[in-house]
């Protein structure tokens, strides 16, 4: 089947809600790698706290590495670029590393309501920011 070459309105729209939602992910990734614990953990129990100090670096990294990416998927997008693809897949493969890392060390019994599903959506979203831009990139809509 042809496909134009030309985005259709709801490639834009859907583009920028990604770009909104990677924003977010960038901001929450700052807070917590460079807030102090307190202000970042005002809420938490003492355990969750050491809990969550206790993440090895790597991980903060593999975090950053999942936004970033997520984040530059969603500009190449914008741009019609071809590596969105790529860049999106970075990102999923950094999201997998970071639950895979929350499951074995027991994560998901310290965290509450809303980071469980925070952590659900991320993982989703990052896999549907990956499969939109390959199947944009199937409709010949990249460069």
Known sequence: ????????????????????????????????????????M?????EQIDFYKSYPSWYTWAYGVAVSAGLFACISLLFKKKQAVLLALLSFIAVIICRVYEITVDAWSMMMTADKVLMIMVAIFSVLLWLFARSVRQKGWLN
Do not use: R
Not at 42 to 46: A, F, K, R, S, W
């Open 1 to 40: 089947m042809a496909y134009s070459t030309q985005p259709k309105m709801w490639f834009w729209i859907v583009t920028i809600l990604f770009l909104l939602w990677n924003l977010m992910g960038v901001g929450a990734w700052s807070a917590e790698a460079m807030a102090s614990s307190d202000a970042f």
């Open 42 to 46: 005002d809420g938490y129990t003492q």
